[in-house]
């Protein structure tokens, strides 16, 4: 199996990356968008996850990890396909009034992007649990670090900014939190 592919190489534009890239984005960009869309607008899952990818080529530039790809695809996907959905049963009503999208018959099973971490449809519960085991282990320093690095793609000055905790600590912070919690494993 092909190892993720290269970041640095993404930004460079390289043709061989993003092709590898597409076809590692696009298995998590059609399932977000099946999820979405669904059978009333199953036609539009493949051009939505493909729309999904091309969106992310103008934002790569801005992100330092593969994962941050990945989600910012899954997020995409399922922003495009919640609007395709609203723009196919948004009905103008008398003066201008449109019809919300939860009011149509069928369409509150619509995933909300807030409610939960749309990848985490793809880790299993027994993941979840081994992790939120590990992470008791950790210092609130760490888990916060840690956190805000790996989940929420921070970088190390704006985790600096949001804790005020030294710049330079961060990395050593994250390592650490790293190693405690593979040490558990």
Not at 102 to 129: C, F, H, M, R, W
Not at 167 to 176: A, E, F, K, Q
Request: charged share 35%; hydrophobic share 35%.
């Amino acid at each position: 199996m092909d190892s993720d592919p290269d970041i640095r190489l993404l930004k460079k534009a390289d043709q061989d990356e993003w092709d590898k890239a597409f076809r590692w984005l696009m298995p998590n960009a059609e399932q977000v968008s099946r999820n979405v869309l669904g059978q009333k607008l199953q036609d539009q899952i493949k051009d939505n996850a493909i729309e999904s990818i091309e969106a992310v080529i103008d934002k790569i530039k801005g992100l330092n990890r593969i994962t941050e790809v990945r989600a910012m695809v899954i997020k995409i996907a399922h922003n495009k396909g919640v609007d395709k959905l609203r723009k196919h049963y948004s009905l103008k009503k008398g003066a201008g009034n449109v019809v919300s999208l939860n009011e149509e018959e069928g369409l509150q099973d619509i995933p909300d992007s807030n409610a939960e971490s749309l990848d985490s449809k793809y880790v299993n519960e027994d993941t979840i649990a081994k992790l939120e085991k590990l992470m008791k282990t950790l210092s609130e320093k760490e888990k916060k670090c840690l956190i805000s690095q790996y989940l929420h793609g921070k970088s190390h000055k704006e985790i600096s900014q949001k804790y005020d905790i030294p710049i330079g600590s961060i990395g050593v912070t994250v390592s650490r939190a790293m190693k405690k919690m593979r040490d558990q494993l």
